[in-house]
């Protein structure tokens, strides 16, 4: 089993729907998760870190289940420019400067 | 404005040769990573420094080389040992703080033949 595991979709969605992500990681003393954006060839860049239950910002939100052992990240109001790749990060535990990635699940929002 | 550059963007070697590519960020972050990424393989990671004169082997090291001989900057050789070098290679920093949030360089794309 993968240390990270995210659904590799690809997810098709109208432009306006809510859509959410799950990635399940296998270390229970993992600590910090982050969601990352990435659009074709181009580098990941942070949207949003996870430390508690959860983070909020605008029509983002991640949570995080520590009982189940995954992250969500919930994309409100879809638009064209939601469309990339997002992909789901976690401490390593017992060395929080390694991040185990996710393969990364694919967004397309449609017109 | 702060950030973290990496130089060239696209390149291309002849098999054989080693390359260096660069990296330099002005964020003050103490750490700083290589990765590249495959197609379908995610991001894997190369080495890793915590602090200068310092670094790490990450999962891949075979057939790549570095130093972190100042706080802003961390080349990364690819060898000629290194036996699939074509990849997207992508530079990070982080603070040393427990947060472990990683910001990401532009990245350089080599091409071996």
């Known amino acids: 089993r993968k240390e990270v595991e995210q659904d590799p979709g690809p997810f098709n969605v109208p432009e306006g729907a809510t859509v959410a992500f799950n990635c399940t990681y296998s270390n229970s003393a993992s600590q910090s998760f982050f969601w990352y954006r990435q659009d074709c060839r181009k580098e990941p860049k942070l949207l949003m870190s996870v430390y508690s239950s959860g983070n909020e910002d605008g029509r983002f939100t991640a949570q995080l289940n520590r009982a189940s052992q995954y992250i969500s990240l919930l994309i409100r109001d879809s638009k064209l420019s939601d469309s990339a790749t997002y992909l789901c990060a976690a401490t390593n535990a017992g060395n929080n400067r390694k991040l185990i990635w996710g393969l990364g699940t694919s967004l397309a929002v449609n017109p | 404005d702060g950030g973290i550059t990496q130089s060239p963007k696209y390149l291309f070697r002849k098999e054989g040769q080693n390359v260096t590519l660069s990296c330099e960020q002005n964020?003050?972050?103490?750490?700083m990573y290589w990765y590249r990424q495959d197609p379908g393989q995610g991001l894997r990671l190369i080495y890793y420094?915590?602090?200068?004169?310092?670094?790490q082997k990450g999962d891949i090291a075979e057939g790549y080389s570095v130093s972190r001989e100042k706080k802003e900057s961390f080349p990364l050789t690819v060898t000629s040992a290194q036996k699939n070098p074509t990849a997207f290679y992508l530079c990070a920093s982080s603070t040393q703080g427990p947060s472990g949030e990683q910001y990401f360089g532009p990245g350089t794309r080599l091409t071996v033949t």
């Open positions: 964020l003050n972050h103490d750490a």
């Open positions: 420094s915590q602090i200068v004169n310092d670094f």
